[in-house]
Each structure stands twice: as C-alpha cells, then as structure tokens.
Nanobody, 124 residues
C-alpha cells in the first residue's frame, strides 16, 4: 500500500502562484509515475500533469501547459506541482496519484493510489 498526502492548497488571487506537494509513504519502492488531477464542483475529475519515475518525462493538459510545472524528489518521496498565473477556472480540489508503471500516463484509471485532495481556490 502507498499513502499519499497533499498539501499547499489555499486561496489565491488570479495571476498568483501556489505550490502543491504530495508526500508518499508506505511501499514507496513500488511507486512509478505520478500525476496530478483536479475536480471542480459539478465536473468530472480531469488530468492535470504527470511525471515519469525518473522525472525525465512529463506531460501536461493543454489547459495548464506553460503555467504549471510538475517535478519530483525521489529521495524525499515527494511530487510537486508549481502553479503560476492562476486563473479562476483553476479552482478545484487537486489530487495526487501514483502508479506502479514507470512511464507517464494521463488516464486516471491507470493510477493505483490516490490522496485525499487539497482545495485550490482562485479569486477573480
């Protein structure tokens, strides 16, 4: 089992920045690629970003490309999401997820473990 705990969410004005963190514990040796997803009220969960086990491969949704950056520190078992130039439409609960496979993946069903989520609210 892998446990994931997100932190770093909060309220920010449009144009501002936040950095989300996701700390993994448990069977961290089984963690491969990791990803960030988000779910806004009344909407389905959507893919945001993913990073390979090595950190050498990343992939972003078109809606966040150029504004968000995913990174990871395997020594700390932590993945990050740096969010810049935030927009009101970025408001959502952000979830961290991990999978055993080492390659990037943007489909939520490919992920094995999920965190509880952290709320990000962007005011206009």
């Amino acid at each position: 089992q892998v446990q994931l705990v997100e932190s770093g969410g909060g309220l920010v004005q449009a144009g501002g920045s936040l950095r989300l963190s996701c700390a993994a514990s448990g069977r961290t040796d089984s963690i491969g690629a990791m990803g960030w997803f988000r779910q806004a009220p009344g909407k389905e969960r959507e893919f945001v970003a993913t990073i390979s086990r090595s950190g050498g491969g990343t992939y972003y949704s078109d809606s966040v490309k150029g504004r968000f950056t995913i990174s990871r520190d395997n020594a700390k078992n932590t993945v990050y999401l740096q969010m810049n130039s935030l927009k009101p439409e970025d408001t959502a609960v952000y979830y961290c997820a991990s999978r055993r496979g080492i390659f990037i993946q943007f489909n939520s069903y490919e992920y094995d473990f999920w965190g509880q989520g952290t709320q990000v609210t962007v005011s206009s």
